[in-house]
Nanobody, 116 residues
Framework: QVQVVESGGGLVQVGGSLRLSCAAS????????MGWYRQAPGKQRELVAA???????NYADSVKGRFTISRGNAKNTVYLQMDSLILEDAAVYYC??????????WGKGTLVTVSS
């Protein structure tokens, strides 16, 4: 059984920072990328950032220059450093693992609330 667990969400003021963590365990196969997605109330889930086993990264335009995705030393761990947070960043953030054909393993999400 695969477990994907996110942590690090919480309440932060505009302009503040948070660091999200994700660790996946279990029988995980055929994975070469990890990513962070988010879903705000009334909106569709969107990709925030992703990284591949080769080290490449991509970001949503809305977070470029403010968020940084990185892989941990432990296998199947990934982080999302979020700086200069704005109100529009408030959402449930999900960690996902997959490959070029799609993301196959998902966490339950961690809530990020941004206050003014």
């Amino acid at each position: 059984q695969v477990q994907v667990v996110e942590s690090g969400g919480g309440l932060v003021q505009v302009g503040g920072s948070l660091r999200l963590s994700c660790a996946a365990s279990g029988r995980i196969f055929d994975i070469n990328r990890m990513g962070w997605y988010r879903q705000a109330p009334g909106k569709q889930r969107e990709l925030v950032a992703a990284t591949t086993s080769g080290g490449s990264t991509n970001y949503a335009d809305s977070v470029k220059g403010r968020f940084t995705i990185s892989r941990g030393n432990a296998k199947n761990t990934v982080y999302l450093q979020m700086d200069s947070l704005i109100l529009e960043d408030a959402a449930v953030y999900y960690c996902a693992l997959g490959n070029e054909y799609g993301m196959h393993y998902w966490g339950k999400g961690t809530l990020v609330t941004v206050s003014s």
